[in-house]
């Protein structure tokens, strides 16, 4: 097989074959206002709100977009309802306040409001505690595309959550927040920086930094895939690596200005007929709270998340038997049937880079961002929650902006929506005419566009004379399999992995995790990635051993695990790699 036979991509922003041997060239060539190192949806961010400025910008990350933190949050793109206990009031405005521009403009294909449930459990006290909070909470936000808080008996929260027990809550409050598909959100980030000319390059990584005197004036990136080297040169190089953040400065052989610690965060998916309820909940903990949110269409709930220090392998957070147990604990002191083991299907850990030094708890430490200079045309930032990756972005533009000669315009990212967002909600009041015209169910063409909003006829464009990418992927058929070879022709995906974990979340939405379609998979993406068959058997067993390291890493300590899941990892994809020498 080779990559002639890739499809072709006239999609906004397209992330295909063609256009990263292209990113390579310019990479090696082109002169940059903005270097930004990491795919996470602050560094895509940044590219976004550098290119809508008019700059230069490239971006590299070293495995692939949103591989780390960025796909393994609680899939909430809230304003932070717990922080206004922790008086973070500053935060929690700035965070309803893009909640509000991703509902309503900037993302309304990708971000969904969600109504939540409070148990109240202590008579007198908690509800006018907890309703003059919602009301701060309701307020702060300004323009509002979801209801406010609603009040209810015990008897009332029962029929809406009839799978809480009846002596867990003597009544209940209902207020919305919001949810997306956090590793898609941020891909699409980076698809609209690229739309608007930036070039992004995944499995592209830093390996060095080129200094002149005492300016950093570009980096040194190695071609993961193949090991090819080229030097990169700009103005001003940005580290947006989270919890890499200390390990990058590290590498330019410069003490940083903040240090950011990890706290991993556990979450576990459950099948949707296992909790009984017709709407999401917030439950409080010893120690903080607990999500219980409806994934994919109502099909699953991911329960969620735990808040402990990380100091093992930053690439591979690993879930142990304790941080299962711990959720099954918490959850099922509400619940009429309890959940166990067996119930879960899906398990996933990921890590918070938060700022480090003001408390000894990682529940504590603050969500908030930091931008510093660590070196003349080096900047660094790190902190923040997701909700707030666009004023991140614009945080640590700003702050660059005074190692590019010429003069930066301001922010315009308010006013920028994501590729897909543009006619959306009307193609959405066209589903039944699509669902004709391409012959696919209605309800599939929904699942479609609350993916890929517009860009939708693009995905169903690829199928044609093609009727059998129309049909879903075998042992996922909550998938087409157009979708698998879109996700390698214009999102940029280059291993297997990338498509059944982050592209599509099939790696924890069904009870194999993807092993039993990673043959299927494979074969559809092979020939846009150019695979012979020994590179699909390549894939198939490194996806297979990374499955089976997780499951394996689940009944373990911390230690065990992370060594476990560190052997699965393919090679050569470490995050940071030593200094490579460089001349300047």
Known sequence: MTKNSEPQV?????????????????????HFDVIVIGGGVVGAGIALDAATRGLEVALVEARDLASGTSSRTSKMFHGGLRYLEQLEFGLVREALHERELALSTLAPH??????????????????????????????????KSVPGQHHLTRSGALRLSPGLRR????????????????????MTVARTAAHYGAVIRTSTQVVGFLREAERVVGVKVRDSEDGR?????????????????????????????????????????????????????????????????PWRSNNHWIIGTTDTDWNLDLAHPAATKADIDYLLEQVNQVLVTPLTHDDIQGVYAGLRPLLAGESDET??????????HVAPGLVAIAGGKYTTYRVMAYDA???????????????????????GADGYFALLNQTAHLAQAYGVHPYRIEHLLNRYGSMTTDVLDMAAGKPDLLQPITDAPSYLRVEAVYAAAAEGALHLDDILARRTRIS???????????????????????WEESEIQREIATYNARVDAEVRSQTQPDDVS???????????????????????
């Open 363 to 372: 529940s504590k430490l603050s969500r908030e961002h930091a931008v510093a």
């Open 110 to 143: 990708l971000v969904k409001p969600l109504r939540f449930l409070y148990p109240l459990k202590h008579r007198v006290w908690e509800r006018p505690y907890t309703a003059a909070g919602l009301m701060l909470y309701d307020g702060m936000g300004g323009a």
């Open 229 to 293: 080297t080229t030097e990169v040169r700009g103005h001003v190089v940005i580290n947006a690596t989270g919890v890499w953040t200390d390990e990058l400065q590290a590498l330019c052989q410069r003490r940083g200005r903040f240090h950011v610690r990890a706290s991993k965060g556990v979450h576990i998916v459950v099948p949707r007929d296992r909790i009984a309820s017709d709407t999401a909940l917030i439950l409080r903990t010893p120690s903080s709270v607990l999500f219980v949110i």
């Open 508 to 530: 924890i939405e069904f009870s194999h995790r993807g092993v039993d379609c990673a043959d299927e998979v494979a074969r559809l993406v092979a020939p846009v990635l150019g």
């Open 397 to 419: 533009v700003d702050a660059a902006a005074q190692d590019i000669p010429q003069r930066v315009a301001p922010s315009i990212t308010e006013k920028v929506p994501l590729v």
């Open 10 to 30: 006239q999609s906004s922003g397209a992330l295909g074959p063609t256009q990263r041997a292209a990113a390579w060239e310019r990479l090696g060539k082109d």
């Open 562 to 584: 992370a060594d476990a899941l560190r052997a699965a990892a393919p090679e050569p994809r470490p995050e940071i790699l030593e200094p490579v020498p460089t001349d300047g």
């Open 167 to 186: 002596d867990a809550l003597i009544g209940g409050i209902t207020y919305y927040d919001s949810v997306m598909d956090d590793a898609r959100h941020t």
